[in-house]
């Protein structure tokens, strides 16, 4: 089982935060030298950032529209990768999660509350069996599970696709564009003249409490934290290793294909190619920013949903690529990961282990059921 750097976590949100406040100033400065490198502008290329992503109630909504899925695959990641899971299979399983709320909203009659429970459904189951598949290649297969996950990622993807140009083709039409769009009622509500749909926004809170809840204050997060921290240990102390590896991809998946759910019948209506948009990568440099703590993955998925809309702004005002919002993120990942790093090997070198966050051992004590 892959071993994650537990003990390099951060004590809570407000660690986390304070952690992340250096590498952001200077990430900021280094594109703020890569823009001045350009003949750009960087506090106007800022400030369209900005405005780009929080400036009008469209623009907010537009930001919150990013953060639904990318918060959804962070939960995700947070319970799998606390259990010392890679769990690379979370684009595939937005994926799966897409298709399975196609296909409910494509086949279930009725009206729309019927409709919408049976494509949120569909999407949640179908992203368990794609997590648990992971999980049973890794367990019974002795499947790495990072070669399992990249190569259930190419399935779903090809799946998708085939759909598409196959079976659910629109008549008459050879495009990869994605299907037909789905009847309204399989359309999530939104706020009039925005975007977002309240019920994915309600979907993704939940599903950040919920993982916050069982990794603080349950069983199975204790079991999750002991199996992440040293799976022999755990197995001598009676701890059900490859159930609670199953349940991990099960939980993981059930999040991922809710987030596919959530792209397919609240902002697309329709199944595409691209369904997962790249955010199950996008959220695992984010729990690795956040050491798995999934508050703190919340906020910085916010930050990192602002900067992604408000980077169109650059394209359109100052004909900049708008990939530079990639570039900020790319350094803010490294910086961080290499600070995180930095300050370990001088703790050790100090040799005072107080340093280092008890994250196993603080949070068991936490364990109330």
């Known amino acids: 089982m892959g071993s994650l750097p537990l003990d390099a976590r951060p004590s809570g949100v407000t660690g986390a935060l304070s952690r992340l406040g250096v590498p952001i100033v200077v990430a900021l400065a280094a ?163 925005l975007r977002i749909a309240p019920v994915a926004l309600i979907v993704a809170i939940a599903g950040v409490v919920g993982v916050w809840v069982v990794l603080r204050g349950t069983h199975l997060g204790l079991r999750l934290r002991s199996i992440g921290a040293n799976p022999t240990a755990a197995a001598r102390l009676g701890v059900a290793v490859e159930r609670t590896t199953l349940t991990a991809f099960a939980l993981g998946g059930g999040l991922a294909g809710l987030a596919g759910a959530m792209q397919v019948n609240g902002l697309h209506h329709k199944l595409v190619p691209a369904i997962s948009g790249g955010y199950g990568f996008l959220a695992i440099l984010l729990v690795l920013l956040t050491a798995y703590r999934v508050l703190p993955a919340a906020v910085i998925a916010l930050f990192f949903a602002a900067v992604g809309v408000g980077a169109a702004q650059l394209e359109l005002r100052l004909d900049l690529d708008s990939a530079l919002a990639g570039v900020f993120t790319a350094l803010l990942v490294l910086l961080v990961l290499l600070g995180g790093g930095v300050a370990h090997v001088i703790n050790r070198r100090r040799g005072s282990p107080e340093r280092d966050p008890p994250a196993v051992t603080a949070p068991l004590e936490d364990v109330t059921t």
Request: hydrophobic share 55%; charged share 10%; glycine share 14%.
């Open 31 to 193: 594109v703020a030298g890569l823009l001045v490198l350009v003949d750009a502008p960087p506090l106007e290329a800022m400030r369209l950032v900005v405005t780009g992503s929080l400036g009008s109630a469209p623009k907010v909504a537009d930001t919150l529209v990013v953060w639904v899925p990318l918060v959804l695959a962070a939960a995700s990641l947070s319970v799998t990768f606390t259990a010392g899971l890679w769990n690379i299979g979370v684009e595939g399983q937005i994926i799966l999660g897409g298709i399975g709320a196609a296909w409910a909203s494509r086949i279930v009659p009725g009206p729309a509350p019927v409709v919408l429970a049976a494509a949120i459904i569909c999407g949640l189951v179908a992203g368990v069996a794609w997590g648990v598949l992971t999980g049973l290649l890794k367990t019974r297969g002795k499947v790495n599970e990072i070669f399992a996950g990249v190569g259930l990622n190419f399935a779903a993807s090809g799946l998708a696709i085939y759909l598409i140009i196959g079976p659910w083709a629109r008549p008459g039409v050879a495009s990869t564009s994605g299907t037909e769009l789905f009847r309204e009622e399989a359309f999530l509500p939104t706020l009039p003249g």
